[in-house]
């Protein structure tokens, strides 16, 4: 039987089940161009050969800038993982200072930015506080450019010492080590572990409504535990992942690609409905009352267990006329939409599932790598207004639920978090002796089975962006 414990494990068990040629997809020279899963496996272990050659040893932290994923921070990423580094992903827009604060913490030994212009801003600032660390940046062909892709040959002897390597990394080694705002404003290192990610992983696949070959789009910052997951995961299924360009090119990406479903976080879904909301003031009286009708129609989707019996018929020619828009720009095949990292608004989630796009709203945290709950693409197993059901593997419960049966939200299970890096005091704060991940989130549930939640404890908040 095929299976995979560590997060590097996963292209050689697509290699092993579902091979494919277009594993991953990025656009250049007018058209998508396909990386095999061969090709992840074979330049992923040419590229770790590299990391030995230059003195990297197991343990090393390094220190990664992505904006959106594409094949060569998969390829990086996994060439990291075998030779057993911990990659650091910081997002591309943090301040110098805490870009400053986490090299530091971690002694990163190398740094790669997603391209040349972040690369010069922060040379001087890095030069000036890690004197010893390797910088590099994707974007070719300017100084200090360094590609995965471009990478063809190994010494035999480094690719003996890879393998080696690879063979005695345990599930329970830290894979990556992510930073999260703390409530001080100090950045805090979330340290996750093979098994960790693999547990969240296996957990999905047992939810998403996904098959080899079936076309995904990924346009999420890659420095954010749900899009990094969501990768891994997509291999797994056998998907073929088309990476985006950028934010300003995604409505072409969406409809040259013509996905089956994406991940996704709330502020795409409300864009777009700001989008057909400016139309109806760019049209003449019947199109705004149309547009309107059609809008107010969308959002009482299942609003009620006993709809209007004109319902069906109104929601027909709504569809007709205008929510067909929503997936016609998302490439007319989409049928499915995660939505995570803040939640939805019920009346957005009942509008786009009217279009015929089933949004998945659900709950997870970084310490948590991610996933915690979420709604089912089967009839009766979604809930508009919740964050669905807790995927298997993972316990949660209540703590002191008030006379609503709200509480904080305890988490237990194989995704929780090894614990805060270089933080002990705080790593015991928030994880029990008994093993519960205190949230800081208040919830309760509905129907017995759905997480809802109603508040945060702590004086701190997400955006619908899924910014703190």
Known sequence: ????????????????????????????????????????????????????????????????????????????????????????????????????????????????????????????????????????????????????????????????QVRRIKSEIKPDDTLVILYTSGTSGTPKGVMLSHHNVVSSIKSILTILPLAPSQRVLSFLPFSHVFERTAAYAYLAFGAEIYFSQSLERLNHDFKSVRPFLCTSVPKTLEKMVDILEKKLLEKNRLKRTVIGWAMRVGEKYKEKKKQDFLYPFKLFFARLLVLRTFRIALGGKIKYMAVGAAALQPKIGRLFTAAGIITLPGYGMTETSPFISVNRPEPGLNRFGTVGIIVPGVTVKIDNPNEKGEGEILVKGPNVMRGYYKRPELTSEVISKEGWLHTGDIGRFEYKRFLVITDRKKDIFKTSAGKY
Request: net charge negative; proline share 6%.
């Open 1 to 160: 039987m095929i299976d995979f414990t560590r997060v590097f494990d996963i292209p050689e068990y697509q290699q092993h089940k579902y091979p494919q040629e277009r594993a991953v997809n990025y656009f250049v020279d007018g058209k998508w161009q396909p990386v095999s899963i061969q090709t992840i496996i074979s330049k992923s272990e040419i590229v770790a050969c590299w990391l030995i050659e230059k003195g990297f040893v197991p343990g090393d932290r390094i220190a990664v800038l992505p904006k959106m994923g594409s094949a060569e921070w998969l390829i990086f990423d996994f060439a990291c993982q075998q030779v057993g580094l911990i990659t650091v992903p910081i997002h591309p827009t943090a301040s110098v200072e805490d870009i400053q604060f986490i090299l530091a913490e971690t002694e990163a030994k190398m740094c790669v930015f997603t391209d040349h212009s972040l690369y010069e801003k922060m040379l001087p600032a890095i030069e000036k506080s890690v004197a010893y660390l390797n910088v590099y940046h994707l974007e070719q062909p300017k100084d200090g450019y360094f590609s995965p892709l471009t990478f063809t040959t190994c010494n035999a002897d480094s690719l003996a």
